[in-house]
């Protein structure tokens, strides 16, 4: 009988840890699972915060190059009518006294 109790108990210890096997996995694929999810949500999330960010500062850089095409294409305009009203202009030689236009210097 002393042999038949040993058999019992360690049937029980094994049912016990099969048990606790079982209930181990059971809660590590279920909290696997929330924490999968978890981790999926924040990931979205990240990706959606940064392409916001993203595309608010590509529409301040674009924003920023059109100010700065516009503001060179103003300065050349003014350059290029300076330099149109300055050729208009008569030069005067000191060397002989005339007045010449700088197409005529040329």
């Known amino acids: 009988m002393a042999k038949e109790e040993q058999n019992g108990a360690g049937i029980i210890i094994l ?5 606790g096997v079982l209930t181990g996995v059971a809660v590590g694929l ?3 699972r929330r ?4 981790t999926s949500d924040e990931i979205t999330e990240t990706v959606d915060e940064l392409r916001t960010k993203a595309q608010h500062v590509l529409q301040e850089l674009s924003d920023n ?6 503001k060179s294409r ?8 300076d330099a149109a009203n300055h050729a208009a202009a008569p030069q005067s030689n000191h060397h002989n006294g005339a007045t010449n236009t700088h197409a005529e210097i040329r």
């Open 15 to 19: 049912a016990g840890i099969g048990v």
């Open 30 to 32: 279920l909290l696997g």
């Open 35 to 38: 924490n999968a999810q978890r």
């Open 65 to 70: 190059v059109t100010d700065l095409v516009e």
């Open 74 to 81: 103003q300065i050349l305009e003014d350059a290029d009518s």
